[in-house]
């Protein structure tokens, strides 16, 4: 198995352009998160996902959109990158199960100009 | 609420124990986990305890649950230079609606004296 994949690892955008940060897990997992991590500030829950076609916000979902088409992927879509949406990414997963551990990806290292 | 605080740097020296705190809010918190994160590197899961637990032991790692004061602590013995790193508390809320939460504490920075 592979885990969790993210592409890309990094990335650099200007102000106003829009991208997609792709998140894959060959785990068969259902529930699947993306997080922002800041300095000082811990891991901050975006957007999260309990199964294909169901999607939720998290703490900061502003500026971002997912979607959940397949079990498999959980992309992160900036529409209008803006400074403040300067971070370091990380996608998780995990199973249904209660004790089912959550699984990281390596992250995405975002800078917007 | 949900919250999750921990202080932001320990320094201990080599062959010495580090015990790292964590105090959180949310009395239905399910599990409570320990994550590590070494330089560049994504978070790596070191341990959990379930809430109905006061303690669980593995290796040179030791947590400890406090329910009624919602303060957890993680206790690395005989703490080596590969130790240092990032650790994280976090706890999972109870309730469906947050099936799929984790909420993470800032991180406590570890740093090992020769």
């Known amino acids: 198995n592979a885990g969790v994949t993210q592409t890309p690892k990094f990335q650099v955008l200007k102000t106003g352009q829009s991208m997609t940060l792709q998140c894959a897990q060959d785990m068969n997992h259902e529930y699947m998160s993306w997080y922002r991590q800041d300095p000082g500030m811990g891991l901050r829950l975006i957007h999260y996902s309990v199964g294909a076609g169901i999607t939720d916000q998290g703490e900061v979902p502003n500026g971002y959109n997912v979607s959940r088409s397949t079990t498999e992927d959980f992309p992160l879509r900036l529409l209008s990158a803006a400074p403040s949406q300067t971070s370091v990414y990380f996608c998780?997963?995990?199973?249904?199960?209660?004790?089912?551990?959550?699984?990281f990806g390596p992250g995405t290292r975002l800078t917007v100009l | 609420g949900e919250d999750v605080e921990q202080s932001l740097f320990l320094s201990v020296r080599e062959g010495d124990s580090s015990v790292i705190n964590c105090t959180y809010t949310d009395s239905s918190s399910t599990y409570l986990y320990w994550y590590k994160q070494e330089p560049g590197a994504g978070l790596q899961l070191l341990t959990y305890i379930f809430s109905n637990m006061d303690m669980k032991q593995d290796q040179r790692l030791t947590v400890l649950l406090n329910k009624k004061d919602k303060h957890l602590s993680l206790r690395i013995a005989d703490t080596q230079t590969g130790d240092s790193a990032i650790y994280f508390c976090a706890e999972r809320p109870g309730g469906y609606s947050s099936a799929s939460k984790i909420i993470f504490g800032s991180g406590t920075r570890l740093s090992i004296r020769p």
């Open positions: 998780a997963s995990r199973g249904q199960r209660e004790a089912d551990t959550q699984y």
